[in-house]
């Protein structure tokens, strides 16, 4: 089993920054692939980027290309997400997950913290 917690969330205002933390803890291996998504109110979940547990892998999703930037901490078991130039249409729950390079599904899943951003 994989557990992860995210942590970081808050109120801020559009053009700050916010940086996220998930740790993660139990069984991790070489294949394992972190990704974060969030869900605003009303609307699909959406994928906004994931990092390799080894490796330098990264993607992002394009409406965060260029703002957000995953990275990775072995040593600390946290996957991180800096956020910059953040708007109004960042604010959702963001969620930090986890699968296997071998399968589309990400299995394990954090609880959720919320990042509001204002006008």
């Known amino acids: 089993q994989v557990q992860l917690v995210e942590s970081g969330g808050g109120l801020v205002q559009a053009g700050a920054s916010l940086r996220l933390s998930c740790l993660v803890s139990?069984?991790?291996?070489?294949?394992?692939?972190v990704g974060w998504f969030r869900q605003a109110p009303g609307k699909e979940r959406e994928f906004v980027g994931h990092?390799?547990?080894?490796?330098?892998?990264?993607y992002y999703a394009d409406s965060v290309k260029g703002r957000f930037t995953i990275s990775r901490d072995n040593a600390k078991s946290t996957v991180s997400l800096q956020m910059n130039s953040l708007k109004p249409e960042d604010t959702a729950v963001y969620y930090c997950?986890?699968?296997?390079?071998?399968?589309?599904?990400?299995?394990?899943w954090g609880q959720g913290t919320q990042v509001t951003v204002s006008s």
């Open positions: 997950a986890a699968r296997t390079t071998v399968t589309p599904e990400y299995n394990y």
């Open positions: 139990g069984r991790t291996f070489i294949n394992t692939v």
């Open positions: 990092i390799t547990w080894t490796g330098t892998s990264t």
